[in-house]
């Protein structure tokens, strides 16, 4: 028995924030923004938009897609640094949204890995047997995270949410393979929001650092991120015995289109087969790889039997790479 994807849905907030509007906040430019990175805008949730929200819009339309109603959910596992409250999880508040008594809800927190490290989870419990449907989301609102007087990092992130409903296959063609995950714990200073936790809690002091915004050291990062992956997705392949020829489409994580065509070449993969909305959407953390699929899924580019191989990597470090039966 394995874990089959039988819904996506994704959203984004209506707020457009373009390269040519953070000029006028910071010193960039549109150039520098899409030769670095590749985005060209994001999107930003509105004052009343909190995560749970995001990732409510998102669970609607995957469910519609699976056909699972919301009160028959078994489990929810949200992905998700920016929950709407430090407690109760973001998964809690979005069960009671979604009027759902049945279920066990909890968020994972793996910053851009987070949706993997949640689909793995679900996975578990649906292969154990232990339920037989599963709602598993990656969301953020980190434009409520980001110091937007830093270009060094207000220029990448964006808000969305992305779901995937799973449920349990005997067709011996598809579904959830090998997910094999990574943590580098010793990276954990080269991207982070120091304040606002048990080592800095919220204090006027933590306010006037900017602790409670998020710190990045980007070229670290960047290096990390490219080998990680790399090795990550090679593993997650030879576990199935297949080679990166063997791959139909990839889901990768969008934070950056200069990392994911270094991956893509490493693994002599060409560009063609990973789906891109970066330029739409900068980087979404963990709502990034299950908006990302359901993209790919509603364009109709996911057949059943294709070989999807899906990778993030965020902060922690951690990451991720799992490869998917449609
Ligand atoms: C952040 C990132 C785009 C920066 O690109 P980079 O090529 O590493 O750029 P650097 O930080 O080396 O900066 C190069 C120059 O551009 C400048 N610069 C930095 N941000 C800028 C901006 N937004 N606009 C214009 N110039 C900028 C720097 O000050 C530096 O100038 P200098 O050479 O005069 O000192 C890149 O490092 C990156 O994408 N890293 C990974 C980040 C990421 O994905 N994080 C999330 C992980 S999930």
Redesign the pocket.
Known sequence: MRSLITGTGSYAPAKVLTNAD?EKM????DQ??VE??GIKERRIAAPDEASSDLAYQASLRALEQSGVKAEDLELIVVGTITPDYPFPSCAAVLQGRLGNKKAFAFDVSA??AGSLYALSVADRFLTSGQVKNALVIGVETLSRITDWTD??????FGDAAGAMVLQPTDDPRRGLRSVKLHSDGSLVSI?LMPGGGSREPISQKVVDAKSHYVK?N??E??KV?VRALEECCREALAEEKLSPSDVTWVCA?Q??K??IDATLQRLDLPPEKCWMNLEKYG?T?AASVPMTLDEANRAGWLKPGDVVLMMA???GMAWGASVLRW
Do not use: D, E, K
């Open positions: 953070l910071v010193a960039t430019n520098w923004i670095r990175t910053a851009c270009r060094n990092t207000c220029i990448l991207l990045m980007g070229r990062v960047f991120a994580h934070a950056n200069r990392i980087n953390s990597i965020g902060a």
